[in-house]
């Protein structure tokens, strides 16, 4: 009995372990299962957290494409509205892609620093057939008319504006590029808004006759002729200033020039004695790269450098726009912006001229046609509609080398000298009209001439033909009388008058702008509106000038220096 106590008490005893043995082993399975649990937990919750810390930085849900273009926009908010920067974007490609990093230029507040990437009118076409963007078919490196998805869409388009100006200002030709189709960037839109907002009076610093409001230091050589100012190094090359008598706080400034290269040339702003002030440079320097329309200060060196060479016209004609206002400095060079800076000074200063020899070419010679000065720090005098040579939105019709664009009619003669148009009477007196091959409906034009008297001559625009047209004449008449920026509508004959004939230069140069938009026809003769009036005769046509026959005229001439018109 003892041994079955004994047993069945070992049996229990046995029992009771086992089952603490599985007490302890489930315990244990249990908290493997717990902890396991845990982890998953901690886990799911980090990548919500990553993910949701992912979602905080970039301010954007996942799905949504990120604007790279956003630092662009500080500085350029209209590639936000531009068709160019957004068509591009839509197909995530960024402002750095075309363009490169540039980051010292984002970092750059000043605007003295450029992209890394910029490309010339003549680099587009081989830009944008890039195999990895727009890639041409077959063996052809440049996308053409056939490489386009949609060929009728881009014919009708072709059809439509051949030969016409479009919003962005380029003429569309046989031999268009890329962007003159589908758009540019417009980075100097503020500058344009405020050149319409403020249409002070734009006054001719140099008469075109004498160097009347000017002095001369140093040993260079200054000259007017032809109506141009001649510069050029004194004996031995040594160099010189020329300075205006008036002095200048707050202007907008434009200078067209030629230069035979290679040569050391610049525009002095707001020239303080001692203090000569910033100097826009019109030279070459390869160590560092710099071309004109850079900026040199005397003490400091290059505080703006142009690094576009290709924007110089190393043949023809350039212009320098120049906006100063308080210590800040703005430059253009022939329309594009190269940059802009501060001095730290707003004292009042003189504009200067200034040439000195150059090692390599020791007779370089600086030819300037051109001076304007338009004064921001004085109220307006007069409701200008135009801008000078290089104003944003205005292309030159006349290309200051031949008649390339232009259709002469009649027997009167039509040349091109030392970059102007001459117009006189052809043989026995003969009349004729030089019109241009495209037609234009609203704009603003401005024409810079100068005549030979007697004369009746004019400014043709919405010419259709003989009988359908308007003219902004060019003439002194006695009966009734009027003269220069008088309005004349064929059929109708005057329907403005200008009476004033004080306003005409008889010498020199002056300037005529019209404005015409819709049945809204605007004059203005050398700054001063001389005509307003509303007629629908005729509603667009071609630009053009007139030389009139009668012997009486026969020694009459009309010379013509630029052509200058913005679409509106």
């Given amino acids: 009995m003892q041994d079955l106590h004994w047993q069945a008490a070992r049996l229990c005893a046995c029992q009771s372990g086992l089952v603490r043995r599985k007490a302890v082993c489930s315990n244990r399975l249990t908290n493997l299962y717990l902890a396991g649990g845990v982890l998953i937990c901690v886990t799911f919750v980090c990548v919500l957290a990553v993910s949701f810390a992912g979602e905080s930085q970039t301010g954007k849900p996942a799905d949504e494409k990120p604007n790279e273009n956003t630092r662009c926009y500080v500085c350029h908010p209209d590639l936000k509205m531009e068709e160019i920067s957004t068509v591009h974007l839509d197909a995530d490609i960024t402002c750095?892609?075309?363009?490169?990093?540039?980051?010292?230029?984002?970092?750059?507040?000043?605007?003295?620093?450029?992209?890394?990437?910029?490309?010339?009118?003549?680099?587009?076409?081989?830009?944008?057939?890039?195999?990895?963007?727009?890639?041409?078919?077959?063996?052809?490196?440049?996308?053409?008319?056939?490489?386009?998805?949609?060929?009728?869409?881009?014919?009708?388009f072709y059809n439509k504006w051949l030969g016409r100006i479009r919003p962005n200002g380029r003429v569309i030709t046989a031999k268009s590029v890329c962007t003159d189709c589908h758009g540019t960037h417009n980075i100097v839109t503020q500058i344009a808004t405020q050149l319409e907002k403020q249409p002070a009076e734009w006054i001719t610093a140099f008469n075109g006759r004498?160097?009347?409001?000017?002095?001369?230091?140093?040993?260079?050589?200054?000259?007017?002729?032809?109506?141009?100012?001649?510069?050029?190094?004194?004996?031995?090359?040594a160099g010189g200033d020329l300075w205006t008598e008036a002095l200048y706080k707050d202007y907008r400034l434009s200078v067209t020039f030629r230069a035979e290269w290679l040569?050391?040339?610049?525009?002095?702003?707001?020239?303080?004695?001692?203090?000569?002030?910033?100097?826009?440079?019109?030279?070459?320097?390869?160590?560092?790269?710099?071309?004109?329309?850079?900026?040199?200060?005397?003490?400091?060196?290059?505080?703006?450098?142009?690094?576009?060479?290709?924007?110089?016209?190393?043949?023809?004609?350039?212009t320098i726009s120049v906006e100063v206002r308080g210590d800040r400095f703005g430059v253009w060079l022939n329309g594009e912006e190269i940059g802009a800076f501060r001095s730290g000074e707003t004292t009042p200063g003189q504009i200067g001229l200034h040439i000195e020899s150059h090692s390599k070419h020791k007779e370089a010679t600086l030819n300037i046609s051109e001076?304007?000065?338009?004064?921001?720090?004085?109220?307006?005098?007069?409701?200008?509609?135009?801008?000078?040579?290089?104003?944003?939105?205005?292309?030159?019709?006349?290309?200051?080398?031949?008649?390339?664009?232009?259709?002469?009619?009649?027997?009167?003669?039509?040349?091109?000298?030392?970059?102007?148009?001459?117009?006189?009477?052809?043989?026995?007196?003969?009349?004729?009209?030089?019109?241009?091959?495209?037609t234009y409906k609203d704009f603003l034009l401005t024409v810079t001439y100068r005549v030979q008297w007697p004369c009746n001559s004019g400014i043709w625009f919405r010419y259709q033909s003989a009988a359908k047209a308007y003219q902004a004449d060019i003439l002194e008449y006695k009966k009734p009388e009027c003269y220069s920026g008088t309005l004349y509508c064929t059929g109708k004959m005057f329907i403005s008058m200008n009476t004033d004939k004080t306003l005409v230069d008889r010498e020199g140069w002056n300037t005529m702008s019209v404005r015409a938009e819709g049945d809204h026809i605007q004059i203005w003769l050398n700054g001063r509106q001389v005509a307003d009036v509303?007629?629908?005769?005729s509603d667009s046509g071609r630009i053009g000038f007139q030389v009139h026959a009668g012997k009486q005229l026969a020694p009459m001439k009309v010379i013509v220096r630029d052509v200058l018109l913005k679409p509106l």
């Avoid at 081989?126 to 996308?143: E, F, L």
């Avoid at 007069?382 to 259709?407: C, E, H, M, Q, Y």
């Avoid at 509303?534 to 005769?537: E, G, K, N, P, S």
């Fill in 263 to 318: 040569i050391r040339a610049g525009i002095w702003l707001r020239a303080a004695d001692p203090d000569p002030g910033p100097r826009v440079q019109i030279f070459d320097s390869y160590k560092p790269p710099a071309f004109a329309g850079s900026v040199w200060v005397p003490g400091k060196g290059l505080v703006l450098a142009n690094l576009r060479e290709d924007l110089v016209d190393r043949q023809g004609w350039n």
């Fill in 371 to 438: 001076m304007l000065v338009q004064r921001l720090d004085e109220p307006a005098q007069a409701a200008v509609a135009a801008s000078p040579k290089g104003g944003p939105g205005f292309v030159p019709i006349f290309n200051n080398r031949d008649l390339t664009g232009w259709k002469a009619n009649g027997g009167a003669k039509w040349t091109v000298k030392d970059g102007t148009i001459i117009g006189t009477q052809g043989e026995n007196n003969a009349q004729g009209d030089l019109l241009t091959e495209l």
């Fill in 96 to 156: 750095d892609e075309c363009h490169g990093p540039s980051v010292e230029h984002l970092e750059d507040e000043m605007l003295m620093t450029k992209p890394d990437l910029l490309f010339g009118r003549s680099e587009v076409d081989k830009m944008c057939s890039n195999p990895t963007c727009h890639k041409p078919g077959g063996d052809r490196y440049i996308y053409a008319f056939q490489d386009h998805i949609d060929t009728t869409a881009v014919k009708d």
């Fill in 210 to 237: 004498d160097l009347t409001g000017w002095q001369a230091k140093g040993n260079a050589s200054w000259t007017v002729e032809g109506s141009r100012l001649i510069a050029k190094p004194g004996t031995n090359g």
């Fill in 534 to 537: 509303r007629d629908d005769a």
